[in-house]
């Protein structure tokens, strides 16, 4: 189904599974920084779950590269880019969905921190 095409419900409710989200998302506006081989970028969480977040970052992280997340200067994590558009990218943790949902657990809705519901 394309992205910018109108659906209804019920197509949604009979769109392929394997597209779904394994983790529910929520809004954020978190402050971050990114920790990079090549130095650290300042970000913005912009929606996170709890298996990775969507960051605007005015640096150039490609694609693959491993990075750590570092939340309220003290909470990391460790995690891979796994797309980008312009300053916008999706980073995918490396931690287990448990431990990212203890540590989350102040920070994203309880809604959001049932690890296999979504």
């Keep these: 189904m394309p992205w910018d095409q109108d659906v209804g ?9 394997s597209e779904r ?17 090549e130095g650290t970028i300042e ?3 912009l929606d996170a779950s709890l298996n990775g977040v969507k960051v605007w970052a005015a640096g150039d992280v490609p694609v693959g590269t491993k990075v750590t ?7 990391h994590f ?7 558009r312009g300053e916008t990218l999706g980073l995918c943790f490396l931690d ?15 809604r959001c921190l049932q690890v296999g519901h979504a």
């Design 78 to 84: 460790g995690g891979e880019v796994v797309w980008r």
């Design 43 to 45: 970000g913005t969480v």
């Design 96 to 110: 287990d969905p448990e431990k990212v949902a203890a540590i989350m657990a102040a920070l994203l809705p309880q």
């Design 9 to 17: 419900a019920s197509q949604l409710q009979d769109s392929d599974p």
């Design 21 to 37: 989200r394994h983790f529910i998302r929520a809004a954020t506006v978190l402050k971050a920084r990114l920790v990079t081989p």
């Design 69 to 75: 997340l570092l939340l309220a200067g003290a909470v």
